[in-house]
């Protein structure tokens, strides 16, 4: 459970995990704070752009080392964020920085429990430090992490930081994926609309086997 994560955490993690929370200046773990506590309104988030994101997940250095993450796996993140997989995005102000989390669904096993994570960043935009409980998220740049990067990226690209109406902003960050059904391989399209209208039926081609398709893209998976 997330609420009990810092007070399960082994003796060198939580050691590294409490000098994060002194980076930001939380005096307790975030899940730990009440859900009172947190505001849904983009308009008060910091104008992450995409740099930012790719500064610190690539340039900025690692947990155990000096080097820089260079965690270009993170990167495609992207993927996440327009799948539908974070939650809505909630945000505290300590001092003059700003804590975000969000709920986001795992890459692979979308039905199972979300992963809880948050990103701390201060009023210049630059991304202090971050944190997931999956088994990734000591080392700070997991995916779920980028997710959550993207999405505010995002928000300030479609100017829902700069909006005059809070309810817009609000609504487009409460859209996601809530729940995943799964679905037999054979109805599955794995093929662009594009790649269908080229085809002399109008349908994707499958190899001899009906319940396999065969993608040269692999790229677009498309639920039927």
């Keep these: 459970m997330a609420y009990r994560y810092m007070d399960e955490l082994p003796v060198e993690a939580l ?16 899940y730990k704070l009440k859900a009172d506590e947190w505001t849904n309104n983009p308009k008060q988030w910091p104008k992450i752009e995409y740099p930012d994101v790719y500064h610190y997940l690539i340039n900025t250095p690692g947990v155990f080392s000096q080097q820089p993450k260079a965690n270009h796996r993170s990167l495609e993140a992207y993927n ?11 945000h505290i102000k300590v001092g003059t920085n700003t804590v975000l989390k969000a709920d986001v669904k795992p890459s692979w096993r979308v039905t199972e429990d979300c992963h809880h994570s948050w990103v701390a960043v201060d ?4 991304v202090l430090t971050a944190h997931c409980d999956c088994m990734a998220g000591l080392g700070e740049s ?24 809070t309810d817009v902003p609000c609504q487009w960050n409460q859209c996601f994926t809530k729940k995943v059904t799964p679905s037999p391989v054979a ?32 790229r ?5």
């Design 15 to 30: 050691v590294r995990y409490k000098a994060k929370l002194d980076i930001v200046g939380l005096h307790q773990c975030p």
């Design 80 to 90: 996440f964020f327009v799948s539908g997989w974070v939650q809505t995005v909630l």
């Design 123 to 126: 009023n210049s935009a630059c």
């Design 220 to 224: 677009t998976w498309k639920f039927v």
């Design 142 to 165: 997991c995916s779920h992490i980028g997710a959550l990067l993207y999405k505010m990226e995002a928000a300030v690209r479609l100017g829902y930081t700069d909006s005059a109406c």
């Design 187 to 218: 109805r599955i399209n794995f093929y662009t609309e594009k790649s269908q209208q080229q085809s002399p039926s109008g349908e994707a081609p499958r190899n001899g086997n009906s319940s396999e398709i065969i993608n040269p893209h692999f």
